[in-house]
């Protein structure tokens, strides 16, 4: 158990009997069970283990640049076997949202060829002229075309929302830019900014809970990031599990806010293994 001077206070009893009563685990991809194509350090082990107690889990990431199912295929190649109901991206929970939550059936989606795809194939039209509303994910083949095309909209009034609002991506080349910097490009154009659907925003929060079937008070949230994972899971009742295998440093944990503070902290997936009792 960690005994790090940054840690939310000593990782006693009581953090530790929280995390062993959990009936759910909402696992974070990038940065906590693999960076690129190399699993983090415990991750099959504890994924293992946690099937073997026949606990319900659910891959959460808030990647939109990818579908689902190329996570289903990545987890596959690195020995672990998912199905795609175990994966949920804050694409898939866009998508989720946009249908029960609202009446919008078309979009202008800034986003990769794959987010498009999941989106044609839930049905919702990404050719209209005067579309519902905007949908910016994590775009990896952004141009000023799409910025102008939304900006446009945008200053009409249609309603805007963004898969997530990540800063940075981690890969094995370091951190790279995420959705942020779309975002802020069209706010500083626009002055507006999007409803956000994915982590650490309830309604991704309620998607993921009403798949693994349990409560908020008896599922982990377990992620690398402070500002997503941690922050939702401490706004949402969650245990919060921070893993310190991906973007957070010893300095970013030392003045993260108060309500950011993981309940929890591990080295990686295999030291949450062993508080697992």
Known sequence: MSTDPTS???VGPSRAKSLAQCRGFLVDLDGTTYIDDELVTGASA???????????????????????DVYVERLGRLGIEVSRREVLTSGDATIEFLRRRTDHRSAYL???AELEADFRTAGIDLDAAEPDCVVVGFDTGF????????????????PYYAT????????????????AAIIAGCEAVTGRTP???GKPERAIVDIALELLGTAASETA???????????MGRAHGLVSVLVRSGETTPAKLEVCPADW???????????????LG
């Open 8 to 10: 939310p206070g000593p």
């Open 46 to 68: 504890f994924l293992a283990e946690v099937s073997r107690r026949q606990l319900p889990r659910l891959f959460l990431s808030n990647n939109s640049s990818r579908s689902g």
């Open 221 to 231: 949230i377990i992620g690398d990031q402070l500002d997503t994972d941690m922050r």
């Open 110 to 112: 800034v986003g990769t």
């Open 143 to 158: 141009t000023f075309a799409k910025l102008e095309r939304a900006c446009a909209l945008l200053f009409a009034g249609v």
């Open 195 to 197: 409803e956000i659907i």
């Open 164 to 179: 997530h609002p990540d800063k940075t991506c981690i890969t094995a080349r370091g951190l790279i830019p995420d959705i």
């Open 261 to 275: 503070r993981p309940d929890v902290i591990a080295d990686n997936l295999g030291e949450v293994l062993g508080m």
